[in-house]
């Protein structure tokens, strides 16, 4: 008895953006050796960390699939991008892949909404969500990395960046999560 849930189409698609949350670990996991060897121990760290997320994601998608009765297809990983210049650079490149992960993402809301694939639906908002913090974080990042004087910051700014980085939490506080006196 076929116990299939999903779609080809709609399989396909979450097959892909498996493969897609792989190839962001891997890009992650790249710039965290690349900043290591820069002598940026804090940031390495919360790149390793973010790598492990990514993973996961990936993960959260091949179980989606097996849980609906396809049969998840492991494809081959891009290699990451090229080492970035700096930590201007490598923070731009993070937040310019954020965001084209969740353009992937809102393709797979608005073909679950159109098969009226409800579960797949409803599975994706959490990746929604998640996107959301992804995006937020980076756009973090870059602030201090702006603030701190972008592809020209000195030395002292980059270090305390890197001490932050170091100890700082995997998410950002979401819009719902915000009140006037908890801004």
């Not at 396909?12 to 190839?23: D, F, G, L």
């Not at 890009?27 to 790598?51: K, Q």
């Not at 998640?130 to 972008?150: F, R, S, V």
Request: charge should be negative; include cysteine.
């Amino acid at each position: 008895m076929n116990t299939n849930r999903l779609s080809d189409t709609l399989a396909h698609a979450i097959n892909s953006q498996m493969t897609k949350e792989a190839h962001a670990a891997q890009i992650y996991l790249s710039y965290a050796v690349w900043a290591d060897n820069e002598g940026y121990e804090g940031v390495a760290n919360f790149l390793f960390r973010h790598a492990a997320e990514e993973r996961n994601h990936m993960m959260k998608m091949l179980e989606y699939i097996m849980k609906r009765g396809a049969k998840p297809v492991i494809a081959p990983i891009p290699a990451p991008f090229a080492d970035p210049e700096n930590l201007a650079d490598c923070f731009g490149k993070i937040f310019a892949h954020e965001v084209d992960n969740t353009q992937a993402v809102y393709m797979l809301v608005n073909m679950s909404m159109e098969e009226k694939d409800w579960a797949t639906w409803n599975f994706m908002q959490w990746f929604v969500k998640e996107q959301i913090e992804e995006e937020t974080l980076a756009m973090d990042l870059l602030a201090k990395i702006k603030i701190a004087g972008g592809k020209n910051a000195n030395g002292d700014a980059l270090y305390n960046i890197d001490r932050e980085l170091a100890t700082m939490p995997d998410n950002a506080k979401s819009a719902e999560q915000v009140t006037t006196a908890n801004p």
